[in-house]
């Protein structure tokens, strides 16, 4: 069953080329088009005047991804909650505001009850992204779209995650083609790049074994910080979500602009900072941020593009993906912090696929 990987971990990072053709096979037929989205959603997408995503987990940073996506392509306010936290505060509801789900097994508790919380406050439509058909979240719902990234078995979510990253960013364009904000022309560059992500995913793949050389270093450390800017902040999280829940190794995510507000004090020879750092319009930002990191002896390990134009140097590290892929980049980002969790989890030899005090479904509060 795990043919030639060692955990389910490992072979679900590397079934993520073909999870993501099967979940966009659609849209390269048909185009960005509202009945991806479920046979009510023509008539539901051009009402909408914003996005309310609900979430726990990796899920939910998914969602926060697609806040920059949904605002930016589609024009429309987009706001990103926990599950949990939603579910017990007195919220402000606009019935216009689509409410959005976004679950691998379409079975956590918590989402389930922000649904019903939501739509008891008034929220009229709610779309699941989901990978589990029939499922209690997408059943509860009036529009659908699953990913399809085949049963998930090992604990840390990879495959679902950046299959629901694709869904979501098909989305957003979708709302900004029925907004009118999106032309055929953009709609056509979009198909392009959507066509070009498995093999960009499959090029990042293909990055292990320089991923691995890196492992040693981080499994004799007892934490490490994650940076990222913009699309690639949500992106920093999961990073850090991923180390920690399957290497132990205590590890947190921040917004690189908000070094010197804080973590900073954090850092110092034996802290690992990771930075996300392909060419996009913040990377000049994110390089003064790796100097203030480097200033204090905290040592670099970069997930840069082609278009980066960094080299190693001096304590700073940096593992290249071959090409930018522009919007979609924080997608092919995911492939690399997935490969480092995992080859440090597999140096310290824990139990990979099955993480202590975890469980892969959580349907209790
Ligand atoms: C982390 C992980 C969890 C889940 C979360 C939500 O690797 O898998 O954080 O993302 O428990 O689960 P779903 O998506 O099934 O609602």
């Not at 409410?99 to 019903?116: C, F, N, R, W, Y």
């Not at 056509?188 to 790049?193: K, P, R, W």
């Not at 450390?221 to 132990?248: C, M, Q, T, V, W």
């Not at 980066?308 to 980002?333: A, E």
Request: one cysteine or more.
């Amino acid at each position: 069953e795990l043919g030639p990987y060692s955990h389910f971990m490992q072979k679900e990072i590397h079934e993520q080329p073909k999870a993501l053709s099967d979940t966009i096979e659609a849209i390269l037929d048909d185009g960005f088009s509202a009945a991806l989205f479920g046979a009510n959603a023509a008539n539901v997408l051009p009402t909408l005047s914003g996005v309310k995503i609900l979430a726990c987990g990796t899920s939910y940073y998914a969602g926060l991804t697609a806040k920059y996506w949904i605002e930016s392509i589609a024009g429309v306010v987009c706001d990103v909650e926990i599950a949990s936290e939603y579910r017990y505060r007195d919220a402000f509801a606009d019935p216009q505001h689509l409410v959005v789900t976004i679950s691998q097994s379409g079975e956590t508790l918590d989402t389930m009850e922000a649904l019903k919380y939501a739509k008891s406050l008034g929220h009229r439509h709610a779309l699941s992204i989901c990978n589990v058909r029939e499922s209690a979240i997408p059943r509860a719902s009036d529009l659908v779209f699953y990913t399809r990234a085949g049963a998930e078995i090992g604990v840390a979510s990879t495959k679902a995650f950046t299959t629901q990253l694709v869904s979501l960013f098909a989305l957003a364009v979708t709302l900004g083609k029925v907004r009118g904000r999106v032309t055929a022309e953009q709609e056509a560059q979009y198909l392009a790049e959507l066509r070009h992500l498995p093999g960009s995913v499959q090029h990042a793949l293909n990055l292990e074994p320089q991923i691995t050389a890196w492992s040693a270093q981080f499994a004799a450390k007892n934490d490490a910080l994650f940076l990222g800017r913009g699309l690639h902040y949500p992106i920093a999280l999961e990073g850090a979500l991923k180390l920690k829940e399957i290497s132990y190794i205590h590890a947190e995510a921040y917004p690189a602009g908000e070094l010197k507000h804080g973590p900073l004090a954090l850092v110092d020879e034996n802290m690992p900072v990771v930075v996300i750092a392909p060419n996009d319009v913040l990377l000049e930002k994110v390089k003064s941020n790796m100097q203030e990191v480097r200033a204090r002896g905290g040592e670099l390990f970069v997930f840069a593009d082609a278009d980066s134009h960094f080299s190693d140097s001096d304590g700073v590290h940096v593992i290249r993906t071959p090409r930018h892929v522009g919007v979609l980049s924080p997608i092919v980002h995911s492939i690399p912090v997935q490969l480092l969790a995992y080859h440090v989890a597999l140096t310290r030899g824990t139990d990979v696929d099955k993480p202590r005090n975890l469980a892969k479904s959580v349907t209790v509060e």
